[in-house]
């Protein structure tokens, strides 16, 4: 309600509903009862309905094998560090040549990869 509708009520007098506001009431009443004729048809669906869990699907298939994770990695990336700071700084090389000794240095790892561990 408004401020309207109350002014009509302390008045006491009884305000005439608009067009609109009547086919709203009548809107209204119909879904009302829609809804009382539909909600036992519908709660006799859903009882009839069984509601299980789906069933998990399992497969024959043999997990992946994924590489082993070397313990002695960590050691390995901070010594390839300490080197780089020591061919960096010590020796004063760019990071190019850098990166090469440190690739013939550390062989089992690619140019990028080692590039990676650096900048971590």
Sequence with gaps: MNKKDDIWKVAGIEKKKTKKEIREEKILKAGEETRKKIAPQISKILDAVKLD???KKTSNKPKKQTKPIDPKR?????????RYL???????????KCLDILEKEFSQWKRSTISTYIKK
Excluded at 74 to 82: A, D
Excluded at 86 to 96: A, C, Q
């Design 86 to 96: 020591e061919l960096k700084d010590g020796e004063e090389l760019t990071k190019n």
């Design 74 to 82: 960590k050691k390995i990336i901070t010594k390839l560090n300490k």
């Design 53 to 55: 869990p789906p069933e």
